[in-house]
Structure formats: C-alpha cells, structure tokens
T-cell receptor
Framework: DQQVKQNSPSLSVQEGRISILNCDYT??????FLWYKKYPAEGPTFLIS?????DKNEDGRFTVFLNKSAKHLSLHIVPSQPGDSAVYFC????????????FGPGTSLSVIP | EAGVAQSPRYKIIEKRQSVAFWCNPI?????LYWYQQILGQGPKLLIQ????????DSQLPKDRFSAERLKGVDSTLKIQPAKLEDSAVYLC??????????????FGPGTRLLVL
C-alpha cells in the first residue's frame, strides 16, 4: 500500500522554464510534507517542507503547494537550471506516528541546457 | 560541520553470507535512522533509534536483520544471512531531537549492497 505516490517517474524540462513535480498521498493523518533531492551516489538532501496548516511555502526558486482536500502537493522550480537535474522524493509524516517519514518512489528531473 | 558518515560505500557478497554496515551520525544528533532503498523506490525506514533506544523497528526483518547503537552514537546494521532481495542502498540518517516544530533528517551517502 503506497501512501505517497509520485506518478511521473521522469520529467524533462528546458533550462529557464518551470519544472513542476507532483505528489499524491492517501493517509489523511499526514500533517507535514517534505521534498528531498538526490544526486547519484549521494544521500538525499532536504530541500523544502510545508506544514498542513499552510498551502504554500517558498524558498528562493523552490515553491511547494499543498492542496489538502485533494491530498496533493507539488514542487515548482523556477527557473530550472541544469544543476537541478536529480531525483526528487516527496515525503510525508504524521505527529501521531512519531514523525515517521514515508517516501514516495521519486521523480527523475532532467533540465536540458 | 561534518555530515553523516557511512562505510563501506560498496559491498558485494554471495547469498547466505553476512554483512555489516557502519554509521556515524552528525555530532549531537540524538536520533538515528536506517533506511533501505531498492532501485526505483523511495527509502523505506528499517529502524529508528532515539539515543540508544529503539523507537520503531516495525519494518525490520528481524529474522535476518539486526541493528545496534552503542552509547547513543555510532550504529551498525547487520544482515545474516543475506538474500538476493536484500540488494539495495542502505542509508543512514540522523536528526536533532524534536522539541518544537518538526525534524529534518540528514542523510549519509549510503552503502550500495549487491547480493549475488
């Protein structure tokens, strides 16, 4: 039972354009959502997060949007840069589960120069 | 600040052999996690330690996997005997205690295990 879903295994975007990575979840107890970025042969690194009390959080070129009613979140990268090429994991946690983080399967983003 | 250290980076073994992985978390981080990441999937939590106590090991295959965290710092994860399906990247992460707000986990580079 996959509680966090990323239905696009891969995405290609031209440099300078917007990248939109999508994520859906099924567990209504999730109240905190994170995006991690992973380069080959490295561990995931934290990128941005959002609490369920918000619907948007912005950090530089990265913005995460949360739609609780649809159980959907998205990560926007504007403008996209070649260095953004990586695998992006959506993750979620719930205070009621000791903040255990559940990861999605990831989306591989390629930014084409 | 030094990051999470893991060793070895790569390991190839035959099925039924045993293997051990080591993790040194960021200094001062009380919580340590071991994840298994199978190719094409996201990391899956195997075990979570708070200092040297186990908080969650519900997804650890206890018939073959074991983990310990001595003195609340370094940790080892062992597989004995290994199966073909254990081929994966084993990630260690650490975080500060959550007093207010939520924790951020910091990951090591991982150990890539291939079981033949």
């Amino acid at each position: 039972d996959q509680q966090v879903k990323q239905n696009s295994p891969s995405l290609s975007v031209q440099e300078g354009r917007i990248s939109i990575l999508n994520c859906d979840y099924t567990n209504s107890m999730f109240d905190y959502f994170l995006w991690y970025k992973k380069y080959p042969a490295e561990g995931p690194t934290f990128l941005i997060s959002i609490s369920s009390i918000k619907d948007k959080n912005e950090d530089g070129r990265f913005t995460v949007f949360l739609n609780k009613s649809a159980k959907h979140l998205s990560l926007h990268i504007v403008p996209s840069q070649p260095g953004d090429s990586a695998v992006y994991f959506c993750a979620a946690s719930a205070r009621t589960s000791y903040d255990k983080v559940i990861f999605g399967p990831g989306t591989s983003l390629s930014v084409i120069p | 600040e030094a990051g999470v250290a893991q060793s070895p980076r790569y390991k190839i073994i035959e099925k039924r052999q045993s293997v051990a992985f080591w993790c040194n978390p960021i200094s001062g981080h009380a919580t340590l996690y071991w994840y298994q990441q199978i190719l094409g999937q996201g990391p899956k939590l195997l075990i979570q330690f708070q200092n040297n106590g186990v908080v969650d090991d519900s997804q650890l295959p206890k018939d073959r996997f074991s983990a310990e965290r001595l003195k609340g710092v370094d940790s080892t994860l062992k597989i004995q005997p290994a199966k073909l399906e254990d081929s994966a990247v084993y990630l260690c992460a650490s975080s500060l205690d959550r007093v207010q707000g939520r924790v951020t986990q910091y990951f090591g580079p991982g150990t890539r295990l291939l079981v033949l």
